[in-house]
């Protein structure tokens, strides 16, 4: 009798004993958990010091972008209006020595944007009649496929020049400005570019 509830409070013991001890490593658990949760958190001076450094960052490399962007738009510039005036002088050495532009290739009319664009991106004879179907007879062209975009100011209209009059100053109003007497291309875009040439004399 003596040995059985020896036995019995032994096991007693033993109950509290393995209860003590899962209740002694949770609470371990716990506080470990919310030691490395609170060590992961960032601080409000760390975050204040990683903005700061941020802030710094963009104020050295924003403006870095910004030259490149408009570096890259004025050589672009310098060749579309490199490639427009080669495909001019094409078309001129193509059609009995008239530049595009005047309708029906008569030098003697006013020159427009319409006949410009049209005897630049259609098939052409020698007399500068277009079509848009390529035929034995319309052998020449399309020299464009479509009137370029200014890269500096994102427009691809012409303003047009009428015989012996002088090149107006740009205002910015269309992409390009055109003269087919002298077959002069200007960007039509104001002010220079950081070396301090203007933008129509490119």
Same mark, same amino acid.
């Given at each position: 009798?003596?040995?059985?509830?020896?036995?019995?409070?032994?096991?007693? #013991?033993? /109950?509290?004993?393995?209860?003590?001890?899962?209740?002694?490593? @949770?609470?371990?658990?716990?506080?470990?958990?919310?030691?490395?949760?609170?060590?992961?958190?960032?601080?409000?001076?760390?975050?204040?010091?990683?903005?700061?450094?941020? +802030?710094?960052?963009?104020?050295? #490399?924003?403006?870095?972008?910004?030259?490149?962007?408009?570096?890259?738009?004025?050589?672009?510039?310098?060749?579309?209006?490199?490639?427009?005036?080669?495909?001019?002088?094409?078309?001129?050495?193509?059609?009995?020595? +008239?530049?595009?532009? $005047?309708?029906? =290739?008569?030098?003697?009319?006013?020159? !427009?944007? /319409?006949?410009?664009?049209?005897?630049?991106?259609?098939? &052409?004879? #020698?007399?500068?009649?277009?079509?848009?179907?390529?035929?034995? +007879?319309?052998? $020449?062209? %399309? $020299?464009? @496929?479509?009137? %370029?975009?200014?890269?500096?100011?994102?427009?691809? &209209?012409?303003?047009?020049?009428?015989?012996?009059?002088?090149?107006?100053?740009?205002? =910015?109003?269309?992409?390009?400005?055109?003269?087919?007497? !002298?077959? /002069?291309?200007?960007?039509? #875009? !104001?002010?220079?570019?950081?070396? =301090? !040439?203007?933008?129509?004399?490119?």
């Amino acid at each position: 009798m003596n040995r059985l509830l020896y036995f019995v409070d032994v096991s007693k #013991v033993k /109950e509290t004993s393995v209860i003590d001890v899962a209740a002694q490593s @949770s609470s371990v658990c716990r506080r470990q958990f919310r030691a490395a949760r609170f060590r992961r958190a960032f601080t409000a001076i760390e975050i204040l010091i990683v903005c700061f450094v941020l +802030v710094i960052l963009a104020t050295v #490399v924003i403006p870095q972008f910004s030259r490149a962007d408009q570096q890259s738009k004025q050589n672009s510039l310098r060749d579309v209006l490199q490639f427009l005036r080669t495909q001019v002088a094409v078309f001129k050495a193509q059609h009995q020595d +008239v530049p595009p532009g $005047y309708p029906h =290739g008569k030098p003697t009319l006013a020159p !427009t944007a /319409e006949a410009l664009v049209q005897q630049m991106t259609e098939h &052409s004879d #020698v007399s500068c009649g277009v079509s848009v179907n390529a035929a034995p +007879v319309f052998q $020449y062209g %399309p $020299y464009i @496929s479509a009137l %370029p975009v200014n890269p500096m100011n994102g427009s691809n &209209s012409v303003e047009v020049i009428s015989n012996n009059e002088a090149l107006p100053p740009p205002d =910015g109003k269309t992409g390009w400005i055109y003269k087919p007497q !002298t077959q /002069e291309i200007i960007a039509n #875009v !104001t002010g220079k570019d950081a070396s =301090g !040439t203007s933008y129509s004399n490119y």
